[in-house]
C-alpha cells in the first residue's frame, strides 16, 4: 500500500468511526513529508494535517485563496518547487474543500467587496475571473492545479501529484486525481518551457502598461504574478499619492543587486499567544510524540 492509499484508508475507516484509524509514517519513509496546497477558509484550520493522519513534522501546508495554480511557473508553483528541493517534499496533494466561497463569489459581488475596501471597479484588472484564477467547479479546479504542477518543468518526474477534495464537515476525503497512476502512465518528460527571468517579465509587462496607475492597462496575460510584479515595479515610480503604493511593497530587486541592510533595530518583546494545546499522543512506530489536533470522526494518528 502506497501512502496515499494508506491516507484515504485511514481517513475513510475514521470518518466512520474507527477511532484507530491512523497512517503508520514509519512505514513511509521514502513518501514523506507530503506537501499540501489548501484553500485559506478558516474552517480547515482545524482539520489539517489530522485528516491526513499524518503528525505536524510530515506536513508542508501551502495555502492561497482557493488553491488556485494559475500556471506551471506560477508563485505558488515556484513555492511548490522549493518545498520539494529545499524542504525534502516527496509528494504532492492539491486539496479543495466543498462549500468554498471562491466559486460562489460572483464577480459583481467581487466587485461591490472591493469598492467597500475603497477599491474602484477602474483600479482593478479588466478581467476580474481570469486575474484572481476565480473557478466556476472545485473539482475542475483540483484537476486543472494537478495538470499545472504535473506539467510544471520545476517539478520532477519523480513526485506524485495528487489531487483531492475535503468535506470541511466530516473530514471525510474524496481522492479525484491518483498522482501514482499519472506518474505512471506519463507518456514522456515535460517539455522544456523557456523559463522567462522575472526581471525581464516586470521590463516587458512595465513597458506595455500605461504609467498613469490611474488609468493602467492590465496585461491581457493570465499569469498573475507577473502582472503583480510588474504593478509593485510601477508603484515604485509613483507618485506618493498612488492608492496602491501602501498596499504593494516594491518588488525584490533581481538586478541591480539590493542596497545593503539597515543596520539591526532592537525588536520590541514578542508575546507568544497562549494556545491550548491538545493532550500529547503518541505516535507508534514513529518514535515520536506528536500532537494532532482532534479529528472528526475521531481520526487519530498512531
Ligand atoms: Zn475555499
Known amino acids: 500500500m502506497r501512502l ?15 477511532r484507530s484509524a491512523g497512517v503508520r509514517v514509519a512505514d ?13 477558509d478558516p474552517r480547515l484550520n482545524r482539520l489539517f494535517p489530522g485528516v491526513l493522519g499524518l503528525p505536524e513534522e510530515n506536513f508542508i501546508w501551502l495555502r492561497n485563496a482557493g488553491n488556485i495554480v494559475t500556471g506551471p511557473l506560477s508563485s505558488t508553483m515556484r513555492s511548490l518547487a522549493l518545498a520539494c528541493a529545499v524542504k525534502g517534499g516527496r509528494e504532492i496533494a492539491i486539496i479543495g ?10 464577480v459583481s459581488q467581487l466587485t ?13 484588472p479588466e478581467n476580474l475571473t481570469d486575474y484572481f484564477g476565480v473557478f466556476a467547479s472545485e473539482r ?6 494537478v495538470d499545472f504542477v504535473r506539467r510544471s518543468p520545476l517539478i520532477g518526474p519523480r513526485i506524485p501529484v495528487h489531487g483531492l477534495i475535503v468535506d470541511v464537515q466530516s473530514g471525510l476525503l474524496e481522492w479525484i486525481v491518483n498522482g501514482y497512476e499519472t506518474l505512471e502512465h506519463s507518456p514522456a518528460p515535460p517539455p522544456a518551457l523557456s523559463l522567462p527571468t522575472l526581471g525581464a517579465a516586470v521590463e516587458s509587462l512595465a513597458a506595455r502598461a500605461a504609467f498613469d496607475v490611474g488609468e493602467m492597462k492590465f496585461p491581457e496575460t493570465k499569469i498573475g504574478e507577473m502582472a503583480s510584479a510588474a504593478i509593485q515595479t510601477l508603484s515604485v515610480h509613483s507618485p506618493a499619492s498612488d492608492p496602491r503604493a501602501p498596499i504593494a511593497p516594491p518588488a525584490a530587486p533581481i538586478s541591480p543587486p539590493p542596497p545593503p541592510p539597515p543596520p539591526p533595530v532592537a525588536a520590541p518583546p514578542v508575546h507568544p499567544r497562549a494556545v491550548p494545546i491538545p493532550p500529547p499522543i503518541q505516535l507508534r512506530g514513529h518514535g515520536r510524540t506528536g500532537r494532532p489536533p482532534p479529528l472528526p470522526g475521531g481520526f487519530a494518528t498512531k
Open 28 to 40: 513511509f519513509p521514502a513518501e514523506l513529508p507530503v506537501i499540501a496546497l489548501t484553500c485559506i
Open 112 to 124: 461591490e467587496r472591493f469598492k467597500a475596501l475603497g477599491i474602484e471597479r477602474h483600479q482593478l
Open 97 to 106: 474543500h466543498t462549500d468554498c466561497q471562491i466559486p460562489r463569489t460572483t
Open 4 to 18: 496515499f492509499e494508506a491516507i484515504l484508508d485511514a481517513n475513510h475507516r475514521a470518518v466512520a468511526g474507527d
Open 140 to 145: 475542475q479546479n483540483v484537476i486543472r492545479g
